[in-house]
Nanobody
Framework: QVQLVESGGGLVQPGGSLRLSCVAS????????VGWYRQVPGKQREVVAR???????IYGDSVKGRFAITRDNRVDTHYLHMNNLKVEDTAVYYCNAHEWTKDPSTGFWGQGTQVTVSS
């Protein structure tokens, strides 16, 4: 059974940093592209960062230059490094994994981890 488990969320002040982790199980991890998405109440889920075929990365416009996505295939885990956090980054963050040539909507999702940025 495929499972993605996020961790690392919490409360942080504006300008601070967090690292989110997503541990995958029940899959051959290297066969999957991975990403992070976020959602706030009343709004649609939006892409934050993705690692796509060939190892390239895609970032949402609002996080470019502040966030970075990485993966460690040795431990079936991908990360979201979040720097210079802003109040508007507050959301539930979800990790995703999907087959390399497929759309993220065809893949798997974690349960989410709350990130709250507040002074």
């Amino acid at each position: 059974q495929v499972q993605l488990v996020e961790s690392g969320g919490g409360l942080v002040q504006p300008g601070g940093s967090l690292r989110l982790s997503c541990v995958a199980s029940g899959m051959i991890y290297t066969r999957y592209a991975v990403g992070w998405y976020r959602q706030v109440p009343g709004k649609q889920r939006e892409v934050v960062a993705r690692i796509i075929k060939g190892g390239g990365t895609i970032y949402g416009d609002s996080v470019k230059g502040r966030f970075a996505i990485t993966r460690d295939n040795r431990v079936d885990t991908h990360y979201l490094h979040m720097n210079n956090l802003k109040v508007e980054d507050t959301a539930v963050y979800y990790c995703n994994a999907h087959e390399w040539t497929k759309d993220p909507s065809t893949g798997f999702w974690g349960q989410g981890t709350q990130v709250t940025v507040s002074s």
